[in-house]
Nanobody
Framework: QVQLVESGGGLVQPGGSLTLSCAAS????????MNWYRQAPGKGRELVAT???????NYADPVKGRFTISRDNAKNAVYLQMNSLKPEDTAIYYC?????????WGQGTQVAVSS
């Protein structure tokens, strides 16, 4: 089993920045992909960014050039640096990992971008 704890959400003005953190605990061996999803009001959950154990990354088109995903394997942590935030980035952001063919999710952290 894997437990995920997220932090870093909050309220920010358009154009501002936030960094989200997610720390994994429990059975943290063989964690490959670590991912960030988000769910905006009235929308389904969408994949924002993903990173492999070796550091290969991929991003959804709306966040390319603005968001950066990274990980610290020694800490079993994944981060999402969000720059140039837009109101449409407002969502609950979820950390996600795959372990033993099971998906594990964090509790979600609210990001609100508003003037």
């Amino acid at each position: 089993q894997v437990q995920l704890v997220e932090s870093g959400g909050g309220l920010v003005q358009p154009g501002g920045s936030l960094t989200l953190s997610c720390a994994a605990s429990g059975n943290t061996l063989s964690l490959n992909s670590m991912n960030w999803y988000r769910q905006a009001p009235g929308k389904g959950r969408e994949l924002v960014a993903t990173i492999t154990y070796g550091g290969r990354t991929n991003y959804a088109d709306p966040v390319k050039g603005r968001f950066t995903i990274s990980r610290d394997n020694a800490k079993n942590a994944v981060y999402l640096q969000m720059n140039s935030l837009k109101p449409e980035d407002t969502a609950i952001y979820y950390c996600n990992v795959l372990h033993g063919s099971r998906n594990y999710w964090g509790q979600g952290t609210q990001v609100a971008v508003s003037s």
